[in-house]
């Protein structure tokens, strides 16, 4: 398999996961495209082999204040892929600036929250915490301006969440 396959592997989940949030899983490609080609051509050699267990677009929040809502006062992309026992977070940090960062999934704990970005409905998210304490990052399922899609919204939030603690539970 070559670096293409790992993007390609990539973009099906993020199809997948775009028609589930909010129908329209060819625009969460065309949105992430930069970011899975991002990652191919950083990430793509030492995951030419690795199977995606899912990839899906997100508003990252690094500056998690806790509790169970939080509410991102400035709308921030990202890329959230798990790739075997690898979680590989993509995120904006300024205009045209993007941190891409892999972390080992028994590294990390993930719990259920609600997420707002400022002036936009809220919905379904997820917080990641390392286990150190050093890092917690709060996560919104991006979704194309107009519909979005509770219910499938929440299934990705719970396997997003359920990938991240089985590697813990070990």
């Known amino acids: 398999m070559?670096?293409?396959?790992?993007?390609?592997?990539?973009?099906?989940?993020?199809?997948?996961?775009?028609?589930?949030?909010?129908?329209?899983?060819?625009?969460?490609?065309?949105?992430?495209?930069?970011?899975?080609?991002?990652?191919?051509?950083?990430?793509?050699?030492?995951?030419?082999?690795?199977k995606v267990e899912l990839a899906v677009g997100v508003y990252v929040e690094d500056q998690d204040p806790g509790g169970d809502k939080v509410v991102q006062p400035k709308k921030r992309g990202g890329l959230f892929v798990v790739a075997d026992s690898d979680l590989i977070l993509a995120r904006d940090l300024s205009w045209g600036r993007t941190k891409y960062a892999g972390f080992d999934l028994s590294d990390l704990t993930a719990?259920?929250?609600?997420?707002?970005?400022?002036?936009?409905?809220?919905?379904?998210?997820?917080?990641?915490?390392?286990?150190?304490?050093g890092l917690s990052f709060a996560l919104g399922l991006w979704y194309t301006g107009g519909e979005t899609r509770p219910k499938g919204m929440k299934v990705i939030c719970d396997r997003m969440v359920e990938l991240v603690n089985e590697s813990v539970a070990v």
């Open 2 to 50: 070559s670096k293409s396959d790992f993007e390609d592997r990539i973009n099906a989940w993020l199809s997948e996961t775009g028609d589930r949030a909010c129908g329209s899983g060819r625009s969460a490609i065309r949105t992430h495209s930069l970011y899975v080609e991002d990652i191919g051509q950083r990430l793509g050699k030492q995951h030419q082999n690795s």
């Open 111 to 133: 719990e259920l929250i609600t997420f707002q970005t400022k002036g936009q409905s809220e919905t379904p998210g997820v917080r990641l915490r390392s286990l150190d304490g």
